[in-house]
């Protein structure tokens, strides 16, 4: 049986269940207030017989002790006053019966002349002894609610008889039959109502359902359990007011939220970036730095046979893959600078072999002197000796390769000085290459020259610092980054020849979303280095601020960034606690 079959079944049983226990409370009700209504007009009837000055003084006349032989007196009551009182008394009141008798229980009046004189059938003690009394009982004439009210003398010394008034408990039924009938209309209106009702109640739960039935339902549930926990992606969904209402354990740490149902999507935890992907619902991927995770958000809408549900949010883990993308892409620069360097060195063996062929050993020699006082990774960057990690020393080889192809002269400054080996290599070029490629980025975009630089002349060794400046007059775009350790503690400085940090930026500049680059937030995927430099700059419990926006507080005229790593260095053997 169909959800809504069983549902509109089950709330027609209850509704007439409910009727009909409530009509059968008002029936026995109605019968009980009925009784009591002719009882009181019965004692009502009777009270005003009995109160009649000519009833009293009739009555006084047959007492006990005045009749011997009732019978005989049976023509004479007949024709008498009480009789017609009484007969007159029931016409107009339209009463069963209206009684009177002597104060021994004879009657004196009666409907039915050939009764009179005989001893009434119900008990007429309580009346005669100066009570009411109103009570239901079955007589001669049938069953009737009676009033038996005491007949006194005309000084209302003492009882000379009793009247008795009953009304046909057939009046008392054919009155509670009109009045069921009429709540019986309004039982059938209330049922048609509740049919109504309940009929409503199960298109609406099929709406709500989506037409699905309990068995469906079920296996819904336990499937969606079993899918949200069991992959790898975290999930959020919320419904058309953006109430959350399913949160997987993945997407609880993937997003560091606690996610509890029906709260506002704004209040459980989420960053701004990913709150705004997930508000925007567009189906594009978006990277968002959460805590020290990278993750790929993607929101998209959600419906049903044209019916809008909601929106889904899934979040995908992109921090060892993008570990992986940085190191790949260190490899790569190291590989473009050893192919370079090859060539250089081919260059090199070429003239020394001129040289000798040439009958010229002196200016060999002297060539090979000046080979010699420069290594390989010297000519890539000069005073790459003053540091002794040869980790720092490839990757800043490889970040001076890219400057060179941008058209950037990258430097190290004068104070200069690493004397350790690394501990965490991925986390120290996270935040040591966000920011030499942000300030790349800045010299290249901010200087005319490094725009117009070609690939070839980018492949040369890079200027000196004494000579910026080249022949035609315009400046060299320039980055200069200063490393010193302290300890086990690494400090960065890292400063261009850009345009610098705008005002309006100074506050936000690391925010999540917030880039000095064009295309930036979520459309272009921007605004997520400096974001992540500091979120790993704190887990180490350092820390990458903004020193300077830019101007004359700076050598280059740039921004200048520094960053403070501790626990990142180590005395003698480079001992690596991350994979690379």
Sequence with gaps: MRLRTQIVLLQVVLVALTLGIAFGVFAYVGQQRLSNE???????????????????????????????????????????????????????????????????????????????????????????????????????????????????????????????????????????????????????????????GSMLLARRWHGLTLGLEPPELAELVREQAAVLHGIGEGVVAVDTRWRVTVVNDEARRLLGIDGASGRAVDEIGLTPRVLRVFRAADGRPVPAAVGDRLVVVTARTVSRDGRELGAVLSVR??????????????????????????????????????????????????????????????????????????????FLAAKAAHARESGVDLRLGP?????????????VTTVLGNLLDNAIEAARTGNPASKDASPVEATGVSLSADDPTPADGVPRAQVEVELVGEGTTLHIAVTDSGAGVAPELVESVFAEGVSTRPDNGVPGGRGVGLALSRQVARALGGDVVLSSPGGNGTPLGGAEFIARLPGVLVEGETVWAQPI
Aim: proline letters at 5%.
């Design 38 to 196: 002719y009882g009181q007009r019965a004692l009502a009837v009777a009270r005003t017989v009995a109160i009649d000055p000519e009833v009293r003084s009739e009555a006084s006349r047959y007492t006990s002790a005045t009749i011997t032989d009732p019978r005989a007196l049976r023509d004479e009551l007949a024709a008498g006053q009480l009789e017609r009182i009484a007969e007159e008394t029931r016409r107009r009141t339209g009463a069963l019966y209206v009684v009177i008798t002597d104060d021994a229980g004879i009657r004196l009046a009666h409907p039915d002349p050939a009764r009179l004189g005989e001893m009434v059938s119900t008990d007429p003690s309580a009346a005669l002894a100066g009570g009411e009394v109103v009570i239901q009982e079955r007589g001669t004439l049938g069953e009737s609610v009676r009033a038996k009210v005491p007949v006194l003398r005309p000084d209302g010394e003492s009882v000379v008889g009793e009247v008795s008034v009953g009304i046909s408990t057939a009046a008392v039924r054919q009155q509670l039959w009109v009045d069921l009938g009429r709540a019986g209309l309004l039982a059938a209106a209330a049922l048609v109502a509740g049919v109504i």
């Design 317 to 394: 883990d992109r921090t060892d893959i993008e570990s992986l993308t940085r190191q790949l892409d260190a490899v790569r620069s190291m590989s473009t600078v050893l192919r370079a360097q090859r060539h250089e060195f081919a260059n090199r063996l070429h003239l020394l072999s001129g040289l000798l062929h040439g009958g010229r050993p002196e200016e060999a020699a002297q060539y090979i002197g000046e080979l010699l006082g420069s290594g390989p990774l010297g000519a890539a960057l000069p005073g790459m000796d003053a540091v002794h990690d040869p980790y720092l020393q490839a």
């Design 415 to 427: 104070n200069t000085w690493v004397d350790a080996n690394l501990v965490v290599p991925v986390d």
